[in-house]
């Protein structure tokens, strides 16, 4: 299905990798346990489980014992890059829905392709003072040497 090819190369975009394999799923993918994900992305215990009440991750349950798939690896890889570029946890569920189900319509990758530019321009605003700030400081500290102490 071309659509979920598209929905697919979202995710792979994103940067990532393998985790901590403690189990298997019966079709031989890797199942991880809340402790695991939250090492490999460094994230609290309490930060899955707050993405999880919204209805971004949807483990299964094996006992108390939350297990994550590959698909759920894959959604918080697409959440945590939601929230690194600003997005709002609704948008973070647009885009996972958008990889679940594939880009399909044209009219998606545009809106997509919209926000996402709207991102990097708001995104490179804020470098833009962050460097602003930085030469100030550095122009204050280098005041700050050259004064008697």
């Known amino acids: ?6 929905g697919i190369a979202i995710a792979d975009l994103l940067s990532g990798g393998g985790g901590h394999t403690e189990r298997e799923t019966q079709s031989g993918g890797p199942l991880y346990r ?3 994900l939250a090492e490999e992305f460094d994230l ?7 993405y999880e009440d919204r209805g971004l991750l949807n483990p299964r349950r094996a006992g ?16 945590l890059f939601g929230r690194r570029i600003g997005f ?3 948008e973070m569920g647009q885009l996972i ?13 545009d809106n997509l392709r919209k926000r996402f530019k709207e991102k990097l321009i708001e995104l490179e605003k804020k470098k833009d003072e ?6 100030e400081l550095r122009t204050v500290l280098a005041r700050m040497g050259k004064a008697p102490v």
């Open 34 to 36: 809340i402790g695991d």
């Open 97 to 109: 829905g958008v990889w679940e189900r594939g880009i399909a319509e044209p009219a998606e990758i």
């Open 1 to 6: 299905m071309a659509g979920h090819a598209a």
């Open 130 to 135: 962050v460097d602003r700030s930085v030469e």
């Open 44 to 50: 609290t215990l309490r930060a899955l489980r707050f």
């Open 64 to 79: 108390a014992t939350r297990l994550y798939d590959y698909n759920d690896h894959t959604r918080l890889r697409l959440i």
């Open 88 to 90: 709002t946890l609704s």
